[in-house]
């Protein structure tokens, strides 16, 4: 399975990003998708999660903030980052889970919020 990330960017507090993760190539359907984050000298940590089904799970951090969807299609998921904050700044990446257990990782992408 590829995942193949978009969206990263620089951006002023406050303002906005979208980041798309596309997946590709997997023989099971895909049941979870994240968003993962890594600031410097920090773990890596999870920021979103939704399963199939549209369930989701936000770390408190960003709440009422992000919002996390997905194109089952498509199988493609997003993360609209709203009122981003220079906190915000990291590599984040993509993370699906199949059906079967399988799990997979996408390339980062940069965003960096600048106060």
């Known amino acids: 399975v590829q995942l193949q990330a978009s969206g990263g960017g620089l951006v002023q507090a406050g303002g906005s990003l979208r980041l798309s993760c596309a997946a590709s190539?997997?023989?099971?359907?895909?049941?979870?998708m994240a968003w993962y984050r890594q600031a410097p000298g920090k773990q890596r940590e999870l920021v979103a999660r939704?399963?199939?089904?549209?369930?989701?799970y936000y770390v408190d951090s960003v709440k009422g903030r992000f919002t996390i969807s997905r194109d089952n299609a498509m199988n493609t998921a997003y993360l609209q980052m709203n009122s981003l904050k220079p906190e915000d700044t990291a590599v984040y990446y993509c993370w699906a889970q199949t059906l079967a257990a399988q799990n997979y990782w996408g390339q980062g992408t940069q965003v960096t919020v600048s106060s």
């Open positions: 939704i399963t199939r089904a549209g369930g989701s």
């Open positions: 190539g997997s023989r099971f359907s895909i049941n979870y």
